[in-house]
């Protein structure tokens, strides 16, 4: 009996936190926030308009995207430490948004030749919606019990996919028929949709800043202290990992995941440019994986929280080995948008999915330094895919042979992931930190 009235209470405990909706909703907007800027500066418009519009080239934006990428890898692990110790990841979050949503509306000032100024307000603009990631991820575990994390995980990759989507169909209507709005031309379309993507991603954060609560810390100090205790618990936690073996395993099981989606990502448009398919036809699949990826991401949750996250990673990655292998043989622009449907089919729920499952296998109080911790090596890791990728087509002479290299990464994830203890790895994350994992461990200090 008394079992029952602990688990009874246990469940009444996690259902006290997934009713308050409030600082669910809240956290939640943050996704459809961002997102703006994903979409619209990421994927659609600015890599176009870089070019077309700046006078820059590929070479010119790659290089821009690794500047960003080195930054972000090198300040989010201590930044991280810096907000677990002071209590603080909201103020941190507020710092990265503010950054992000100034550098997207002083997009709108580089004008033709402008290409270093341009450069700058990307990088910026990637600094602060990759620095404020970290932040906003290590929020989760003080909005939602670990055994809600999937469905909340679920709906930001959710709300993320429809803000973003809808407001970069606002944003192609800006372009394509600029003089609807007044607008002299597609140029100026261009200009006014990263003012929008600003003040989106500024507007939308707003909930979350006043409605999430955070566990305070009552130590303080000055900038050079926490810097200095910043990199301090950084080193700790590079040693310390060792005590989470099951945390181990799964960050390996993780950037081989992170690693395959990423190279879908970033490679897309350019694997479907080379083999004949239009502009127009490649931004309407972005949309279709946008709008697919919304109900589809809720859905992965719900069937994650039911089914369990382990199973649904399986089922997301063999659905990128299938991705992989149509993707060798598409031939035009309707395969194109089939497998874009596939892609908004998994890609949301499973990075939320594992998002949640991260979460639970973390120490509690160390949370947005850990998280920190997987930016870093996730990050640093992720050359692999597009490595793999350009190294294929240059022996192959052969795109198609390239993208159904990528097969290698989600291969690769799923068997590491059938190391992963899950169960035993979020005992593991309750023990003291440093504790060794030889059943020795205290109580948890919580």
Request: charged residues 15%; aromatic residues 14%.
């Amino acid at each position: 009996m008394l079992g029952g009235r602990e688990a009874l209470t246990g469940r009444r405990e996690e259902a006290r936190m997934w009713d308050d909706r409030k600082s669910v909703r809240s956290w939640v907007m943050y996704d459809w926030a961002n997102s703006a800027f994903a979409t619209t500066i990421m994927a659609a418009v600015m890599p176009i308009y870089f070019q077309k519009g700046i006078g820059g080239t590929d070479a010119g934006w790659a290089f821009t995207q690794t500047a960003s990428a080195v930054v972000i890898a090198v300040l989010a692990p201590l930044l991280g430490a810096m907000a677990d110790h002071y209590g603080n990841k909201k103020a941190y979050l507020r710092f990265f948004t503010y950054l992000g949503a100034a550098a997207s509306v002083c997009l709108a000032f580089p004008g033709n030749g402008d290409v270093l100024f341009a450069s700058l307000l990307v990088i910026l603009g990637m600094i602060g919606i990759g620095g404020g990631g970290t932040f906003y991820d290590a929020l989760l575990n003080d909005v939602a019990s670990p055994a809600n994390r999937e469905k909340v995980s679920a709906r930001g990759y959710a709300m993320g996919y429809l803000g973003g989507g809808l407001l970069l169909v606002v944003n192609l209507l800006l372009i394509q028929k600029p003089e609807t709005f007044g607008l002299p031309d597609s140029a100026a379309g261009s200009k006014l949709s990263f003012v929008t993507v600003g003040i989106w991603w500024l507007v939308f954060s707003l909930p979350l800043f006043r409605n999430v609560k955070e566990t305070a810390s009552a130590t303080r100090g000055r900038l050079g202290g926490q810097v200095k205790e910043g990199i301090r618990r950084l080193g700790e936690t590079a040693r310390q990992i060792r005590h989470y073996p099951e945390l181990w395993k799964y960050m390996i099981a993780y950037w081989f995941l992170f690693d395959g989606v990423n190279t879908v990502i970033v490679m897309a448009t350019s694997y479907g440019t080379t083999i004949g398919i239009e502009d127009s036809a490649l931004i309407g699949a972005l949309l279709i994986t946008q709008f697919v990826g919304y109900p589809a991401t809720v859905g992965f949750g719900a069937l994650a929280a039911r089914l369990g996250g382990k199973t649904m990673l399986y089922a997301s990655m063999a659905t990128y080995l299938i991705i992989v292998v149509l993707g060798f043989f598409m031939t035009n622009a309707l395969h194109f948008f089939v497998l874009a449907g596939l892609v908004g089919l998994v890609q949301g729920g499973s990075q939320a999915t594992a998002r949640a499952i991260y979460s639970r296998l973390i120490p509690p109080a160390r949370t947005a330094e850990f998280n920190g911790f997987l930016t870093f090596t996730s990050r640093f890791f992720s050359f692999g895919g597009p490595l793999v990728f350009g190294l294929v087509k240059i022996f192959t002479d052969s795109s198609r042979y390239a993208i159904l290299a990528v097969a290698f990464f989600f291969v690769a994830a799923m068997a590491m992931l059938t190391f992963v203890n899950v169960a035993k790895g979020e005992r593991e994350a309750l023990r003291a930190f440093g504790e060794p994992a030889d059943g020795t461990a205290r109580s948890p200090s919580m």
